[in-house]
């Protein structure tokens, strides 16, 4: 009779999945038995639980399914926290598979290893659902209703544990009957009314979000905006919905100046996939009217904008059906075409008095049309936000959801999996990197190879200059680091250092070619965010 860790581990082959991310423990060696006999999944051992993490969420948004991610119970589980709340602001479907204590000794309070009370309730804030099962009769088919979740609706995490003793129980259930259903290509909403608005606008303005980037929808996106000759700004993790040297995409709605002139300028806006978060629109001081809000659900709407037309639903449906009712009927010069040329100007200006755009250009000229740079929540992954062009769906990665550090290269190895043969690079500072820098062991063990630049400035950048911004000086910020090209060279991964763009430019594509984990120390300051000034 096979047991509930076999028949567990088909599940996951069954529904696509074949790469894991994790770590053995006491708890869950049941399930690393089981491992063993199945070879079309492999198993990626990691140095820390919060790495693992942000390498399933990287190998979700890489598209290859759902990542998954193997944990111990207790502090084991918890290290999963940080990382599964970017996950979840991301919209990323991860699958956090962690264990508990026997199924018997759960809520006793006797002292058992790694027991902590009501474990699952860490993860209600940060997951879609948490699946609990106590029996062995209940984890086949908690186990199919999770992975049907991940599915189905608005993408996320969820978390599934299970108690030690059930992974070697035998499990009597042979009905494995395939539980997918169609995705429903349906909305709700008025369609027709919010049709009517955008057509007749005079200056349309489409808003599209991480949403509209997990549903695969940026070629219906463009299509409306060109029928409607509205132009398309993102969110940072959103931009290259549309390719950003499309007239019509304006990149990062965050951005003062011309794209805040712009916005404020329209008079209908549909917000696609987005929450319209407050630290991107609202407190930016941007207007939304006549808001068309289409989204997954309405969890999020009327937030920080009033929706005078809500829809819901599949994100596709909604914005193929909105381009049938406008027709031609919008189909003019787009209204931003002089703001297109002003952009271009401040652009210019912009890289004419600061050093930063010519390292975010370097990057560009370096990188293939259809790679994806990883970027960390850093100085230069800052400036990567509003000024690295992005030509594809995926094309910046960030870790926006919850702003989390230490994000970049852990993901950057989840999305190297899932897509080998896809160009990727990654962006972090050193106070990110050390987050998780023992991964580079995990990158030689399985043979991922990808450039990795490490901004060197000796300093938790962003905090020190928000510091002396507000208090006129900084604070315990500054890093004591290793010579990173010995570290790297422990690894046995080579290790440039680089000064300036041309230097780096070079040094990313000598290392691209390679195929090669390969560390790129950037020695230089970036002194200011763009985010107070640009």
């Given at each position: 009779?096979?047991?509930?860790?076999?028949?567990?581990?088909?599940?996951?082959?069954?529904?696509?999945?074949?790469?894991?991310?994790?770590?053995?423990?006491?708890?869950?060696?049941?399930?690393?038995?089981?491992?063993?006999?199945?070879?079309?999944?492999?198993?990626?051992?990691?140095?820390?639980?919060?790495?693992?993490?942000?390498?399933?969420?990287?190998?979700?948004?890489?598209?290859?399914?759902?990542?998954?991610?193997?944990?111990?119970?207790?502090?084991?589980?918890?290290?999963?926290?940080?990382?599964?709340?970017?996950?979840?602001?991301?919209?990323?479907?991860?699958?956090?598979?962690?264990?508990?204590?026997?199924?018997?000794?759960?809520?006793?309070?006797?002292?058992?290893?790694?027991?902590?009370?009501?474990?699952?309730?860490?993860?209600?804030?940060?997951?879609?659902?948490?699946?609990?099962?106590?029996?062995?009769?209940?984890?086949?088919?908690?186990?199919?209703?999770?992975?049907?979740?991940?599915?189905?609706?608005?993408?996320?995490?969820?978390?599934?544990?299970?108690?030690?003793d059930l992974w070697d129980r035998d499990c009597d259930e042979h009905e494995t009957a395939d539980n997918?259903?169609?995705?429903?290509?349906?909305?709700?909403?008025?369609?027709?009314?919010?049709?009517?608005?955008?057509?007749?606008?005079?200056?349309?303005?489409?808003?599209?979000?991480?949403?509209?980037?997990?549903?695969?929808?940026?070629?219906?996106?463009?299509?409306?905006?060109?029928?409607?000759?509205?132009?398309?700004?993102?969110?940072?993790?959103?931009?290259?919905?549309?390719?950003?040297?499309?007239?019509?995409?304006?990149?990062?709605?965050?951005?003062?100046?011309?794209?805040?002139?712009?916005?404020?300028?329209?008079?209908?806006?549909?917000?696609?996939?987005?929450?319209?978060?407050?630290?991107?629109?609202?407190?930016?001081?941007?207007?939304?009217?006549?808001?068309?809000?289409?989204?997954?659900?309405?969890?999020?709407?009327?937030?920080?904008?009033?929706?005078?037309?809500?829809?819901?639903?599949?994100?596709?449906?909604?914005?193929?059906?909105?381009?049938?009712?406008?027709?031609?009927?919008?189909?003019?010069?787009?209204?931003?075409?002089?703001?297109?040329?002003?952009?271009?100007?401040?652009?210019?200006?912009?890289?004419?008095?600061?050093?930063?755009?010519?390292?975010?250009?370097?990057?560009?000229?370096?990188?293939?049309?259809?790679?994806?740079?990883?970027?960390?929540?850093?100085?230069?992954?800052?400036?990567?936000?509003?000024?690295?062009?992005?030509?594809?769906?995926?094309?910046?990665?960030?870790?926006?959801?919850?702003?989390?550090?230490?994000?970049?290269?852990?993901?950057?190895?989840?999305?190297?999996?899932?897509?080998?043969?896809?160009?990727?690079?990654?962006?972090?500072?050193?106070?990110?990197?050390?987050?998780?820098?023992?991964?580079?062991?995990?990158?030689?063990?399985?043979?991922?190879?990808?450039?990795?630049?490490?901004?060197?400035?000796?300093?938790?950048?962003?905090?020190?200059?928000?510091?002396?911004?507000?208090?006129?000086?900084?604070?315990?910020?500054?890093?004591?680091?290793?010579?990173?090209?010995?570290?790297?060279?422990?690894?046995?991964?080579?290790?440039?250092?680089?000064?300036?763009?041309?230097?780096?430019?070079?040094?990313?594509?000598?290392?691209?070619?390679?195929?090669?984990?390969?560390?790129?120390?950037?020695?230089?300051?970036?002194?200011?965010?763009?985010?107070?000034?640009?």
């Amino acid at each position: 009779m096979e047991k509930v860790s076999s028949a567990f581990a088909g599940e996951l082959k069954k529904a696509g999945v074949r790469h894991l991310f994790g770590i053995p423990s006491i708890h869950n060696i049941g399930f690393y038995d089981a491992l063993r006999g199945e070879p079309a999944m492999t198993h990626v051992l990691c140095r820390h639980e919060s790495s693992a993490t942000h390498m399933a969420d990287g190998y979700a948004r890489g598209g290859a399914g759902p990542g998954v991610v193997v944990t111990s119970t207790g502090p084991g589980a918890a290290y999963m926290i940080p990382p599964l709340m970017e996950a979840w602001w991301s919209s990323s479907p991860v699958f956090a598979l962690s264990t508990n204590i026997a199924a018997g000794r759960i809520g006793k309070k006797t002292g058992v290893l790694h027991e902590i009370e009501n474990q699952s309730s860490m993860f209600a804030p940060v997951t879609r659902e948490q699946f609990c099962p106590r029996g062995a009769e209940e984890v086949l088919p908690m186990t199919r209703d999770a992975l049907r979740m991940m599915r189905e609706g608005r993408p996320g995490p969820v978390f599934f544990e299970v108690p030690t003793d059930l992974w070697d129980r035998d499990c009597d259930e042979h009905e494995t009957a395939d539980n997918e259903r169609g995705v429903h290509e349906q909305c709700e909403g008025d369609l027709d009314g919010a049709a009517v608005i955008l057509a007749r606008a005079e200056r349309p303005l489409i808003v599209a979000g991480t949403g509209a980037l997990r549903a695969g929808i940026g070629t219906a996106v463009k299509a409306l905006a060109e029928v409607l000759g509205a132009p398309v700004v993102t969110n940072a993790e959103a931009k290259g919905v549309i390719p950003e040297d499309h007239e019509l995409a304006f990149g990062n709605a965050a951005r003062r100046g011309v794209v805040r002139d712009m916005i404020r300028s329209a008079t209908a806006v549909l917000a696609v996939g987005t929450r319209l978060r407050n630290v991107d629109y609202a407190r930016r001081g941007v207007t939304m009217p006549h808001l068309v809000h289409a989204d997954f659900d309405d969890r999020f709407m009327d937030r920080n904008f009033p929706a005078e037309i809500r829809l819901t639903g599949s994100l596709r449906a909604i914005t193929d059906g909105l381009r049938e009712r406008v027709g031609q009927a919008s189909g003019e010069k787009s209204w931003s075409s002089e703001f297109r040329r002003r952009l271009d100007e401040e652009r210019r200006a912009i890289a004419d008095e600061r050093d930063e755009p010519a390292f975010v250009d370097a990057i560009r000229r370096a990188l293939p049309r259809d790679s994806s740079l990883v970027i960390d929540n850093t100085m230069l992954g800052y400036w990567s936000e509003y000024f690295y062009d992005s030509y594809r769906e995926g094309g910046l990665v960030t870790a926006k959801g919850s702003s989390i550090i230490g994000f970049g290269f852990p993901a950057a190895i989840g999305l190297k999996l899932a897509r080998p043969d896809h160009p990727v690079a990654a962006v972090t500072g050193d106070g990110g990197f050390f987050y998780g820098a023992q991964e580079l062991s995990t990158c030689i063990r399985h043979g991922v190879g990808f450039p990795l630049v490490v901004v060197n400035d000796g300093a938790f950048g962003i905090i020190d200059y928000l510091q002396r911004l507000i208090y006129g000086q900084g604070h315990e910020t500054s890093l004591i680091n290793p010579d990173l090209r010995s570290f790297a060279a422990s690894f046995g991964v080579p290790a440039d250092r680089v000064h300036t763009p041309d230097e780096l430019e070079q040094a990313l594509a000598s290392s691209l070619g390679t195929g090669r984990m390969h560390l790129i120390e950037l020695e230089a300051s970036f002194p200011e965010s763009p985010f107070v000034r640009y």
